[in-house]
Nanobody
Framework: QVQLVESGGGWVQAGGSLRLSCTASRKIFSINYMNWYRQAPGNERDLVAGIDMSGTINYADSVKDRFTISRDNAKNTVYLQIDSLKPEDTAVYLC??????????????WGQGTQVTVSS
């Protein structure tokens, strides 16, 4: 199992920046994929950024110029830097760990989420 704890959300004015953190209960280099999703009220949960075991990074097209995902293996933490925040970035941001367990297949774990609110 993997426990994930997010932090760093808050209220910010448009144009500002936030850095979200997700700390895992196990070594993140042993987790196949560490992802950030977001979910706004009434919307589906959307993948915004992910980093895999090898360090390969992917972003949703809508955020690739403003979001930066990174990791600190020593701290078992993945970060999401969000710059030039827009009101439409308002959502709950959730950390996801996806790993393949021999004999059980793919497993997904979620944090509790951190709220980001951007005012215009």
């Amino acid at each position: 199992q993997v426990q994930l704890v997010e932090s760093g959300g808050g209220w910010v004015q448009a144009g500002g920046s936030l850095r979200l953190s997700c700390t895992a209960s196990r070594k993140i280099f042993s987790i196949n994929y560490m992802n950030w999703y977001r979910q706004a009220p009434g919307n589906e949960r959307d993948l915004v950024a992910g980093i895999d075991m090898s360090g390969t990074i992917n972003y949703a097209d809508s955020v690739k110029d403003r979001f930066t995902i990174s990791r600190d293996n020593a701290k078992n933490t993945v970060y999401l830097q969000i710059d030039s925040l827009k009101p439409e970035d308002t959502a709950v941001y959730l950390c996801n760990a996806r790993l393949y367990v021999r004999g059980r297949g793919w497993e997904n774990y979620w944090g509790q989420g951190t709220q980001v609110t951007v005012s215009s």
